[in-house]
T-cell receptor, first 112, second 112 residues
Framework: QQQVKQSPQSLIVQKGGISIINCAYE??????FPWYQQFPGKGPALLIA?????SEKKEGRFTISFNKSAKQFSLHIMDSQPGDSATYFC???????????FGKGTLLTVNP | EPEVTQTPSHQVTQMGQEVILRCVPI?????FYWYRQILGQKVEFLVS????????KSEIFDDQFSVERPDGSNFTLKIRSTKLEDSAMYFC??????????FGPGTRLTVL
């Protein structure tokens, strides 16, 4: 019940395309859903986050869509750039726990 | 911009030896965390720390692990007797409240 399931495992898109990564969770106590970007050899960097009181949050080219009833949330990267090539992790936390439960990650490759 | 720092960046040790990984969280943050990431896998929660005590720990965080905030700035993770399977990237994170956790660059621990 603590798991966060992330798909796809890897994703290849062309420059200018839209990258979509999906996550699903079971624990209804989760109430905070961040996305992290990680480059090789670096720590995860917070990209964007959402709480379940809204269904969508946009920051620049990055948008989180959140479906509370389906217990799913997704990251959309518009106009994907080669510099976006990285591993993306969804995560969740909530209830009395501050710990983040991470998905397994998606390796995004944006071809020039 | 404030950031979490970690030292050393890479630690090589012999099996059975003790290691101490060090972190300097963002100065006004109150919540501190350690996570680890085995090569190619997802980020896993180890322990959270608040108000000078452990607030939660995972099943990974057994008696071989301990954390300490020895002064007002440092936060350390000690592994008393390292095992081969402790080889991983260890990330420190901090947050000012429930929500945004900021990660350090990590310490790569190699146990031989």
């Amino acid at each position: 019940q603590q798991q966060v399931k992330q798909s796809p495992q890897s994703l290849i898109v062309q420059k200018g395309g839209i990258s979509i990564i999906n996550c699903a969770y079971e624990n209804t106590a989760f109430d905070y859903f961040p996305w992290y970007q990680q480059f090789p050899g670096k720590g995860p960097a917070l990209l964007i986050a959402i709480r379940p009181d809204v269904s969508e949050k946009k920051e620049g080219r990055f948008t989180i869509s959140f479906n509370k009833s389906a217990k799913q949330f997704s990251l959309h990267i518009m106009d994907s750039q080669p510099g976006d090539s990285a591993t993306y992790f969804c995560a969740a936390s909530g209830g009395s726990n501050y710990k983040l439960t991470f998905g397994k990650g998606t390796l995004l490759t944006v071809n020039p | 911009e404030p950031e979490v720092t970690q030292t050393p960046s890479h630690q090589v040790t012999q099996m059975g030896q003790e290691v101490i990984l060090r972190c300097v969280p963002i100065s006004n943050h109150l919540y501190f965390y350690w996570y680890r990431q085995i090569l190619g896998q997802k980020v896993e929660f180890l322990v959270s720390f608040y108000n000078n005590e452990i607030s939660e720990k995972s099943e990974i965080f057994d008696d071989q692990f301990s954390v300490e905030r020895p002064d007002g700035s440092n936060f350390t993770l000690k592994i008393r007797s390292t095992k081969l399977e402790d080889s991983a990237m260890y990330f420190c994170a901090s947050s000012s409240d429930y929500g945004e956790q900021f990660f350090g660059p990590g310490t790569r621990l190699t146990v031989l």
